[in-house]
């Protein structure tokens, strides 16, 4: 009894928190960059902006279904307990996998790309670019290991810091009346099959830079009040972020017209010079590394929640579920961070970040048809909320989840072989590791 007591997770995170977590979690550098190449895919403004918000109300039907499961089953790992709940052992075990894996490979990225980032603002650096992204990592580690209070403080300044400098960013782009816009062409190819691909493949992008909204959901265990603070801060963190993503762009297109960002690989950046001279590269560089700090450290206490909650399964080492003073499951920590250690050595991103839109809408679209068969199966489970215009808002975020994924298959075979692949491999694996419990 002394042991579980010893390894169970501490209740000390609340709605503020769980805003910044979200927000942390899910505003990087995507919106920075991705505007070019969505404009490149869709050579349509309102086609742009459609889609941002076609994303977004995704994201926020989906926010609507997590808000119930979340509260009913308030435990660490999220998604993978619902499913495991509703669809079964090794349902559960495949989807607490690829998310672990979806959630494991960025804080590997983002410390190379901060570190790439403070070499654009010291270039002496630029020979330690991997000795600083293990620093950082190394360093996040030390303050992730002294408890979860810190890791909590350290996120909500963060998330702060991040909004106010795209809430800067944005007033910036609206304030500035140097340029006419151009206007935008019309488009008559909406029926071509070209434009059709393009859309799913900007979709993969924009669901990428959406991926974190449901943050809140893994730190459930940990949460004060989870059937109050899941809800609340799933609505206001998504219309936030959708906010955001929506105006930045329309505050892009606004200095700089759709053909000029279109062939940009940093729009924001581009942006940024036409408004503030030479310095614009430096202002957007600082914004991004504030930017990258907030989702570095959200996605620090992630994995380890993901992982703990497997172990306490029985689909890792018994060990993943040792829980320190301070609150962090360390095993489940220091195994994340070995793991994020190994990709920043080999520094190879492109084929495992390709496929993590397409294993978040997996487990997502598994996640909400779970909603259904626990009404179904077990109506009376305490549901402390319950998801707005059930059924049909769960029913619709199945059917957008399905058309994503056969739009992605469509649009990235590469990814969908891969996880094709993960999957068969990984029934073998569950048979061996069940056996063992």
């Given at each position: 009894?002394?042991?579980?007591?010893?390894?169970?997770?501490?209740?000390?995170?609340?709605?503020?928190?769980?805003?910044?977590?979200?927000?942390?979690?899910?505003?990087?550098?995507?919106?920075?960059?991705?505007?070019?190449?969505?404009?490149?895919?869709?050579?349509?403004?309102?086609?742009?902006?459609?889609?941002?918000?076609?994303?977004?109300?995704?994201?926020l039907?989906?926010?609507?279904?997590?808000?119930?499961?979340?509260?009913?089953?308030?435990?660490?790992?999220?998604?993978?307990?619902?499913?495991?709940?509703?669809?079964?052992?090794?349902?559960?075990?495949?989807?607490?996998?690829?998310?672990?894996?979806?959630?494991?490979?960025?804080?590997a990225?983002?410390?190379?790309?901060?570190?790439?980032?403070?070499?654009?603002?010291?270039?002496?650096?630029?020979?330690?670019?991997?000795?600083?992204?293990?620093?950082?990592?190394?360093?996040?580690?030390?303050?992730?290991?002294?408890?979860?209070?810190?890791?909590?403080?350290?996120?909500?300044?963060?998330s702060?810091?991040?909004?106010?400098?795209?809430?800067?960013?944005?007033?910036?782009?609206?304030?500035?009346?140097?340029?006419?816009?151009?206007?935008?062409?019309?488009?008559?190819?909406?029926?071509?099959?070209?434009?059709?691909?393009?859309?799913?493949?900007s979709?993969?992008?924009?669901?990428?830079?959406?991926?974190?909204?449901?943050?809140?959901?893994?730190?459930?265990?940990?949460?004060?009040?989870?059937?109050?603070?899941i809800?609340?801060?799933?609505?206001?963190?998504?219309?936030?972020?959708?906010?955001?993503?929506?105006?930045?762009?329309?505050?892009?297109?606004?200095?700089?017209?759709?053909?000029?960002?279109?062939?940009?690989?940093?729009?924001?950046a581009?942006?940024a010079?036409?408004?503030?001279?030479?310095?614009?590269?430096?202002?957007?560089?600082?914004?991004s590394?504030?930017?990258?700090?907030?989702?570095?450290?959200?996605?620090?206490?992630?994995?380890?929640?993901?992982?703990?909650?497997?172990?306490?399964?029985?689909?890792?080492?018994?060990?993943?579920?040792?829980?320190?003073?301070?609150?962090?499951?360390?095993?489940?920590?220091l195994?994340?961070?070995?793991?994020?250690?190994?990709?920043?050595?080999?520094g190879?991103?492109?084929?495992?970040?390709?496929?993590?839109?397409?294993?978040?809408?997996?487990?997502?679209?598994?996640?909400?048809?779970?909603?259904?068969?626990?009404?179904?199966?077990?109506?009376?489970?305490?549901?402390?909320?319950?998801?707005?215009?059930?059924?049909?808002?769960?029913?619709?975020a199945?059917?957008?989840?399905?058309?994503?994924?056969?739009?992605f298959?469509?649009?990235?075979?590469?990814?969908?072989?891969?996880?094709?692949?993960?999957?068969?491999?990984?029934?073998?694996?569950?048979?061996?590791?069940?056996?063992?419990?």
């Amino acid at each position: 009894m002394s042991d579980s007591k010893k390894n169970q997770l501490k209740k000390s995170l609340g709605l503020s928190f769980n805003i910044a977590v979200l927000i942390g979690g899910t505003i990087g550098v995507g919106i920075l960059r991705t505007p070019g190449a969505i404009a490149g895919l869709l050579d349509n403004y309102w086609l742009v902006i459609a889609s941002w918000l076609f994303g977004g109300l995704f994201v926020l039907i989906g926010a609507n279904s997590y808000a119930e499961l979340a509260t009913m089953l308030p435990k660490a790992g999220g998604s993978y307990n619902y499913i495991k709940r509703a669809l079964g052992e090794y349902a559960g075990f495949l989807s607490g996998w690829f998310d672990y894996i979806t959630n494991v490979i960025p804080p590997a990225f983002y410390c190379i790309v901060i570190s790439e980032y403070i070499i654009i603002l010291f270039p002496d650096l630029r020979n330690y670019s991997t000795e600083m992204a293990i620093s950082l990592l190394v360093a996040f580690v030390l303050l992730h290991l002294s408890g979860v209070k810190n890791g909590s403080f350290i996120q909500q300044i963060t998330s702060l810091l991040k909004v106010i400098c795209f809430f800067a960013l944005l007033v910036a782009c609206f304030m500035y009346t140097g340029v006419k816009l151009a206007p935008i062409p019309k488009d008559n190819s909406l029926v071509q099959i070209g434009l059709l691909f393009g859309f799913f493949k900007s979709l993969q992008l924009i669901i990428g830079t959406y991926n974190g909204w449901n943050s809140v959901c893994f730190f459930a265990e940990e949460n004060d009040d989870p059937s109050k603070n899941i809800p609340k801060s799933l609505f206001s963190g998504v219309l936030l972020v959708i906010a955001i993503y929506v105006l930045l762009n329309v505050a892009f297109f606004h200095v700089l017209p759709i053909e000029t960002i279109a062939k940009s690989n940093l729009a924001a950046a581009d942006v940024a010079n036409v408004i503030f001279g030479k310095n614009g590269a430096i202002i957007v560089t600082v914004i991004s590394i504030f930017s990258l700090i907030s989702i570095l450290n959200a996605f620090m206490m992630i994995p380890p929640r993901i992982l703990y909650g497997l172990s306490r399964d029985g689909f890792f080492i018994e060990k993943g579920t040792a829980v320190n003073k301070g609150g962090t499951p360390i095993v489940a920590l220091l195994v994340s961070s070995l793991f994020s250690l190994f990709l920043i050595c080999i520094g190879s991103f492109e084929v495992l970040f390709s496929f993590a839109a397409f294993t978040s809408i997996i487990v997502w679209g598994l996640a909400y048809f779970s909603l259904i068969k626990l009404r179904i199966s077990e109506p009376d489970l305490p549901r402390p909320y319950r998801s707005i215009w059930y059924p049909f808002t769960t029913i619709i975020a199945i059917i957008a989840s399905l058309a994503l994924l056969i739009g992605f298959v469509y649009s990235d075979p590469k990814s969908f072989i891969i996880i094709v692949a993960i999957t068969l491999i990984s029934y073998p694996l569950f048979l061996v590791l069940r056996r063992k419990k």
